[in-house]
T-cell receptor, first 114, second 113 residues
Framework: DAGVIQSPRHEVTEMGQEVTLRCKPI?????LFWYRQTMMRGLELLIY????????DSGMPEDRFSAKMPNASFSTLKIQPSEPRDSAVYFC????????????FGEGSRLTVL | GENVEQHPSTLSVQEGDSAVIKCTYS??????FPWYKQELGKRPQLIID?????GEKKDQRIAVTLNKTAKHFSLHITETQPEDSAVYFC????????????FGTGTRLAVRP
């Protein structure tokens, strides 16, 4: 398996633009997580899905952020409109049910909002 | 919700020395404690974990200890090598929360040759 695949790896955009980050989890994994990593706040859980259903989105910063998982092999995280404080590395991770700690992370998407 | 605190935030050791990273958690129902290593510019990767029915676990130069009474757990790296230089994250999880992980803030370990 190729592992968790994220795109784009790097994104530079201007404030106010829409940003869409994409994730393909490992085939057969039941859970998908979106994390944001910054120097100041470390790894923050934004939202996670179980069998394509959002379970907990309490970490989503505000209404500008939204996430979808239309099927078991694809998820998106959208920021609209983007702001400079959204600059961070966004990680997608997946795992099997019952394997709480064994997250498999993607390479991350480094977002810079100017 | 669960809160995980991690110390120190940075740690510098001489090659060959030991390194210890400590974490505390707030929710006594947490029962699974993994550790992740993130090398510069790379993704976090699971390196070792411990469950609440075990007090200590070893894997070569790495060991984790758990004190459920005090609600703290630690990562020990012996005979450190330059390739151990990375950011290490502890985390905690309990099944009733849907198995989501709460991460500590990370420890940046530098091993001086």
């Amino acid at each position: 398996d190729a592992g968790v695949i994220q795109s784009p790896r790097h994104e530079v955009t201007e404030m106010g633009q829409e940003v869409t980050l994409r994730c393909k989890p490992i085939s057969g994994h039941d859970y998908l997580f979106w994390y944001r990593q910054t120097m100041m706040r470390g790894l923050e859980l934004l939202i996670y899905f179980n069998n394509n259903v959002p379970i907990d989105d309490s970490g989503m910063p505000e209404d500008r952020f939204s996430a979808k998982m239309p099927n078991a092999s694809f998820s998106t995280l959208k920021i609209q409109p983007s702001e400079p404080r959204d600059s961070a590395v966004y990680f997608c991770a997946s795992r099997l049910a019952g394997r709480a700690g064994e997250l498999f992370f993607g390479e991350g998407s480094r977002l810079t909002v100017l | 919700g669960e809160n995980v605190e991690q110390h120190p935030s940075t740690l510098s050791v001489q090659e060959g020395d030991s390194a210890v990273i400590k974490c505390t958690y707030s929710d006594s129902a947490s029962n699974y404690f993994p550790w992740y290593k993130q090398e510069l510019g790379k993704r976090p990767q699971l390196i070792i974990d411990i469950r609440s029915n075990v007090g200590e676990k070893k894997d070569q130069r790495i060991a984790v200890t758990l004190n459920k009474t005090a609600k703290h757990f630690s990562l020990h790296i012996t005979e450190t090598q330059p390739e151990d230089s990375a950011v290490y994250f502890c985390a905690a999880s309990k099944k009733s929360s849907g198995d989501k992980l709460t991460f500590g803030t990370g420890t940046r370990l530098a091993v001086r040759p």
